[in-house]
């Protein structure tokens, strides 16, 4: 909804609700921004405060800057002095001032990920701990974890029934103390560290729950345990706390967000007064059935439905591919429909898909035909960190003198092979007037001491061997050696940065694409291929941005944005809902959340596409159809292949293009009910390749049970009773 278009009626009263704990669960495109805003600024009209005594968080510095800008359109004086900022940046600003009490300096340094990476390395060497059987982003991970569920390494340890000599614990125990020695602090730590200044020092806390009177905040949802913590304790003195979001759209669990934060809201405050915004302002009927038809089969929910007053628009649009190839085709087709004879602005039109990785094949047909197409919030898949690696990779293998690839793979992975060891040879290689190639095959001259020698003759003899392998193998299998020789994707696994998951991804993406480039060659190459890559990355740019730009996105990257047209791609089981959750019942729930959250970005027109088949690596595998589709009303649907979608079990289609969807006949049927779960907390379990553990937790009954256990040296696992290889060796207790 626009700025000047009046508040309906129960946005005017939660802006009016100022007193007190308020919940306004806000649907998606139901104009939740506009309310927290004009709730602040009428705070600032009709009560007794200052701007100063207004506290709101979100986060992201950008929402911070959005949300500000438009507080400060609508109070006439301003809100100079009124913090609108990021949870971390007011703990930042709470340690920086009062950190002293609970022994931090205002001098404090911030680790970022390379920091932590190291700090755990160093960790790591000192416990004995192999890198191959347990990456950094483990220990990362597990850090990050306990941190936000404030736990320190002796809680964490308990919490999960860890051992004294248990890897987690020991290296987590000797990360926070490295922290100290260094006066440093984590991002984890801000949120840590400020709860417990609150907590600690009751001066502090009451200073700051008179100073800010009125709290707001946006996204509840996706807030953690640090999070709740820090606004349970400044709103305990005066009460007036009032959080927006949805269900529905919390998608983050893995950043450790707690959905529970928003749903026990009233159990936290009994005394909140809630509100439903349920009008949208963004799509239209026909697809807001649709999302709120998938999202109805969440259990972890309120109960609440979107509508619009936009009118019924079009049905959305079910396309059955052959393949991904096929699948590209057509919307690269509709696309030009749509722009051309709907006259659909380019940057009005998204593609958006579940993993970064599925991205490849719409850059590739969109590039062929000249569509200009930007990705959103990552690169273009050939620009990729990973994907350049190994394209340098194969360059060298083709051409030994290309020395710009060269140096770029001499330490990648990391081979001990310095900064200054790259300069005295590339330095050695013009005044010999030869490639740095020519120089690692003869190093006698070269100055070099024996100990770097010895890393370059191996570096050397390793390309050599990839030399001679690529005059026989496919190009595919080349590139399957290179990884697995060098431990590419070990070096991924313990790099910086949490898309390590994406990057691997990405690794088998780019083998599906040589093996794609083989099947279509009957005399593929290595130089062939390399072709064809420098044939799909080389475009003009200009002329592309003139025309406006198609948008390619992941799901998660599309929150908070909206196109008139809309394609959700890769609608398959194991890809969307991913493989992850076909055996845990929360992750299925946040998939179903993700795809509420897609649908709902269209604003006219919405097209959900799925191939019957996809290649992943060298293999082409058979797909089944994503279950969401089958949750969706057939009255809202428009079948466009009937013949093709017939084919996905439990699906029913004729022979006309509107043959409406019929769901599988298991909707329709009440469930059995589920057997008794025969593991139970703290019972000892064996494992076929994890070992002995101890379950922690027991979700969901029967065959369908998720287990939580902490196994010996091998760290925390969820696993499915029905699929996981375990057995249980003795009962706890209480079993």
Same mark, same amino acid.
Not at 249 to 259: F, L, N, P, T, V
Not at 372 to 387: A, H, N, Q, S, T
Not at 657 to 668: F, M, N, Q
């Given at each position: ?134 990456? &950094?982003?483990?220990? &990362? ?33 000797? $990360? ?34 008179? &100073?800010?009177? $009125? ?148 850059? /590739? ?83 070099? =001491? ?29 590139? #399957? ?6 431990? $590419? ?8 940065? /949490? ?18 480039? /083989? ?67 929360? #992750? ?45 009303? #057939? #009255?809202?649907?428009?079948?466009? &292949? ?12 004729? =022979? ?12 329709? @049927? ?30 969901? @009954? ?34």
């Amino acid at each position: 909804m626009t700025g000047s278009e009046p508040l309906n009626e129960v946005q005017k009263k939660a802006v009016l609700q100022t007193k007190g704990p308020c919940l306004i669960f806000a649907g998606a495109g139901s104009g939740k921004t506009r309310v927290l805003t004009h709730r602040i600024a009428h705070i600032l009209e009709h009560e007794d405060v200052l701007p100063a005594n207004i506290l709101a968080l979100t986060f992201t510095n950008k929402a911070a800057r959005e949300m500000k800008e438009r507080v400060e359109a609508l109070v006439p004086g301003g809100a100079a002095g009124m913090f609108v900022g990021t949870f971390h940046s007011l703990c930042a600003s709470f340690l920086r001032r009062d950190g002293e009490a609970i022994g931090i300096g205002p001098n404090f340094s911030i680790f970022d990920t390379a920091d932590q990476n190291q700090v755990i390395s160093e960790a790591m060497k000192r416990l004995n701990i192999d890198e191959k059987q347990f990456p &950094r982003r483990f220990f &990362r991970a597990r850090i990050s974890d306990a941190k936000n569920a404030c736990l320190s390494p002796e809680a964490y340890a308990k919490e999960l029934g860890l051992k004294a000599n248990d890897p987690v614990f020991e290296v987590y125990k000797r $990360y926070e103390q490295r922290l100290k020695e260094c006066g440093a602090l984590d991002f984890d730590d801000l949120l840590l560290r400020g709860v417990e200044l609150l907590e600690t020092s009751k001066e502090t806390l009451i200073r700051y729950q008179d &100073r800010y009177l $009125y709290i707001h905040v946006d996204e509840y949802q996706d807030t953690n345990a640090a999070q709740y913590r820090l606004l349970r304790l400044l709103a305990a003195r005066h009460k007036n706390l009032c959080v927006v979001g949805d269900d529905d759209q919390s998608i983050y669990s893995w950043r450790g967000a707690d959905i529970t934060n928003i749903l026990n809201f009233e159990k936290d405050f009994p005394d909140a007064k809630v509100f439903y915004l349920e009008q949208n302002y963004r799509s239209t009927e026909h697809i807001l059935q649709v999302a709120n038809a998938v999202i109805a089969n969440n259990c972890a929910r309120r109960q609440k439905k979107l509508w619009s007053r936009l009118g019924r628009g079009e049905r959305v649009k079910v396309f059955t591919a052959r393949d991904e190839y096929d699948e590209a085709q057509f919307v690269y087709g509709e696309i030009v429909r749509l722009q051309e004879d709907e006259f659909v602005p380019l940057d009005n039109i998204a593609v958006l898909y579940r993993t970064n990785a599925q991205s490849r094949v719409f850059e /590739e047909r969109f590039m062929r035909y000249s569509l200009p197409y930007r990705v959103y919030g990552g690169l273009k898949f050939y620009d990729r960190r990973e994907i350049k690696d190994l394209v340098a990779y194969l360059r060298v293998l083709d051409n030994p003198r290309d020395d710009v690839s060269l140096m770029r793979v001499i330490n990648t992975p990391r081979r001990g092979i310095g900064d200054a060891t790259l300069q005295k040879l590339a330095a050695e290689a013009a005044r010999r007037g030869e490639s740095v190639m020519d120089v690692l095959i003869d190093l006698d001259s070269s100055g070099l =001491d024996a100990r770097v020698k010895k890393k370059l003759e191996a570096f050397s003899a390793l390309i050599a061997r990839f030399i001679a392998l690529s005059r026989v193998a496919r190009p595919s299998e080349l590139i #399957e050696t290179i990884i697995d020789e060098t431990g $590419y994707a070990l070096y991924l696994e313990n790099g910086p940065g /949490e898309n390590v998951q994406a990057r691997l991804e990405n690794l088998d993406e780019f083998i599906a694409s040589v093996a794609e480039y /083989e099947a279509g060659a009957p005399d593929a190459s290595l130089s062939g291929f390399l072709e064809t890559v420098s044939l799909s990355t080389d475009m003009d740019e200009t002329k592309k941005l003139s025309r406006g730009a198609v948008t390619l996105m992941t799901l998660h990257s599309a929150k908070g944005l909206e196109f008139e047209a809309v394609f959700i791609v890769g609608l398959e089981d194991n890809l969307f809902p991913h493989a992850s959750a076909q055996v845990d019942p929360d #992750e299925l729930e946040e998939e179903r959340r993700l795809c509420y959250v897609g649908v709902t970005r269209a604003q006219r027109r919405l097209y959900l596409t799925h191939a019957l088949e996809r290649r992943m690596r060298q293999e082409r595998l058979r797909c089944r159809v994503s279950r969401f589709i089958s949750e969706m009303p #057939e #009255e809202d649907l428009y079948i466009l &292949r009937p013949q093709l979608f017939s084919l996905q079990p439990g699906m029913l289609s004729g =022979d006309r293009a509107s043959r409406p969807l019929t769901p599988p006949e298991s909707r329709a @049927q009440p469930a059995p009910a589920p057997k008794r779960t025969v593991y139970g907390v703290a019972d000892k379990v064996e494992h076929d390749r994890f070992g002995r553990g101890t379950v922690v937790r027991v979700e969901g @009954q029967g065959e369908n049970a998720i287990l939580t256990i902490a196994f010996d040296g091998q760290g925390v696992k969820k696993l499915s009773v029905a699929y996981a290889p375990i057995r249980r060796l003795e009962v706890n207790a209480n079993g």
